[in-house]
């Protein structure tokens, strides 16, 4: 799936490995670590020309290639994930139906390259082209990196659950076929 405007360049397919490479060293990470929470294995490779434009497309690119792998399928719909990391405590929970997303996080730290404005404009984009309700619930944390980190693997945890293939509801065809 490849999505190029004017401000950025993004292609993202499956492969046999995990690699990112967006020219953003801090989304690198936290994006290896949503797929690797996911268990999905792809290429992602990005060009951009200001970061808030490579967060925003990101989470719609994300969202476009992750609505395309179900669309047709019967999905569990939903997903939720409680994860700690140090000190932050992270509550995430995922409905693949409608487009909401509630992130309720308080980074009072200012660690170089975790923008909260970025990371809420990856997310937005992620749920309206998904197609997901996302909720992400800091409960405890004060380091920013943490806290980030842990709606990464929360968010690729709850995700992995929703979307995947739900035998039951095959049987049945009912409301879960996307």
């Known amino acids: ?33 949503l797929f690797y929470y996911m268990e999905k294995n792809v290429i992602i490779k990005a060009k951009f020309d200001l970061s808030h434009h490579l967060w925003e ?15 047709g399928k019967n999905i569990k719909r939903f997903g939720t994930s409680i994860l700690p990391m140090d000190d932050a405590l992270i509550l ?49 944390g004060e380091n920013a990196h943490h806290i980030i980190e842990a709606s990464f693997k929360a968010l690729g945890n709850a995700l992995k659950t929703a979307l995947e293939v739900s035998e039951k509801h095959e049987s049945t065809n009912k409301v879960y076929k996307l």
Request: aromatic share 8%; proline share 0%.
């Open 1 to 33: 799936m490849r999505r190029k405007t004017n401000e950025t360049d993004i292609e993202i397919n499956y492969s046999t490995e995990l690699f990112v490479d967006t020219g953003d060293l801090v989304l690198n990470h936290l994006l290896k670590t």
């Open 92 to 140: 995430v929970s995922v409905d693949i139906s409608r487009s909401y997303a509630n992130i309720d996080i308080n980074i009072k730290d200012t660690e170089k390259g975790f923008e909260l404005g970025n990371f809420k404009e990856l997310i937005m984009g992620l749920s309206r082209y998904l197609q997901s309700t996302i909720h992400i619930k800091q409960i405890n």
């Open 57 to 71: 497309d990101m989470g719609i690119t994300i969202g476009q290639f992750l609505r395309n792998e179900v669309e």
